[in-house]
């Protein structure tokens, strides 16, 4: 049963830390997305990467979050330093990117409950 | 003004009931539209897409498209408890969906 794994599930952290979220894309999946859920903001896309590039990162906070994929098995979020108001919820999704054949479903990890104190 | 928007509810109904979930969106790019069921502290699953204008029934759920009036409407007959979840609809961009905040719904046994 395919599935996207996503460590930590939850992080507690205080102000000025550096976090760190990783994800594993599903084996064969050639696009992964990262989302930020609140529940004053919905969900909201902050970067993704199709073939480990980047396409987008426009959702993205630049002076403190970064997104990379160091390899098609893993994909990163860091947020250095940490706010209070990053306190969300952050899913990794992946995929098959919007092909040939239509719209291909964006399969989402559990997601890492993050806590800025 | 959000891309997409969705009254975030929270809605109510008797198991049984006809549910009507609606959205409303600005970008006239959007090719497809979905809608994702999220459970309480579970990621987002696809439950149905479209493509353009149109209805797509699946099983007790039809969507619906009027690129006209950019509206995006999700029906479920016979409603379940087990439909009690958050509905966000979206529309893609490219490769990227843009999501409403989402509808929460809750069917009562």
């Known amino acids: 049963d395919a599935r996207v794994t996503q460590t930590p599930r939850h992080k507690v952290t205080e102000m000025g830390q550096e976090v760190t979220m990783r994800c594993q894309p599903i084996?064969?999946?050639?696009?992964v997305f990262w989302y930020r859920q609140t529940m004053m903001q919905g969900l909201e896309l902050l970067a993704y990467f199709r073939n480990r590039a980047p396409l987008d990162d426009s959702g993205m906070p630049k002076d403190r979050f970064s997104a990379e994929m160091p390899d098609a098995t893993l994909a990163t979020l860091k947020i250095q330093p940490s706010e209070p108001r990053d306190s969300a919820v952050y899913f990794c999704?992946?995929?098959?990117?919007?092909?040939?054949?239509?719209?291909?479903?964006?399969?989402f990890g559990p997601g890492t409950r993050l806590t800025v104190l | 003004q959000k891309e997409v928007e969705q009254d975030p509810g929270p809605l109510s109904v008797p198991e049984g009931a006809i549910v009507s979930l609606n959205c409303t969106y600005s970008?006239?790019?959007?090719?497809?539209f979905m809608w994702y069921r999220q459970y309480s502290r579970k990621g987002p699953e696809l439950l149905m897409y479209?493509?353009?204008?149109g209805n797509k029934e699946d099983g007790r759920f039809t969507a619906q498209v009027d690129k006209s009036s950019k509206y995006i409407s999700l029906f479920i007959r016979d409603s379940q408890p087990s439909d009690s979840a958050t509905y966000l609809c979206?529309?893609?961009?490219?490769?990227?969906?843009?999501f409403g905040p989402g509808t929460s719904l809750s069917v009562i046994p």
């Open positions: 979206g529309g893609t961009s490219y490769d990227k969906v843009i």
């Open positions: 479209t493509y353009s204008s």
């Open positions: 970008n006239s790019a959007f090719q497809y």
């Open positions: 084996l064969g999946h050639n696009t």
């Open positions: 999704a992946s995929g098959l990117g919007l092909g040939a054949s239509g719209y291909n479903e964006q399969f």
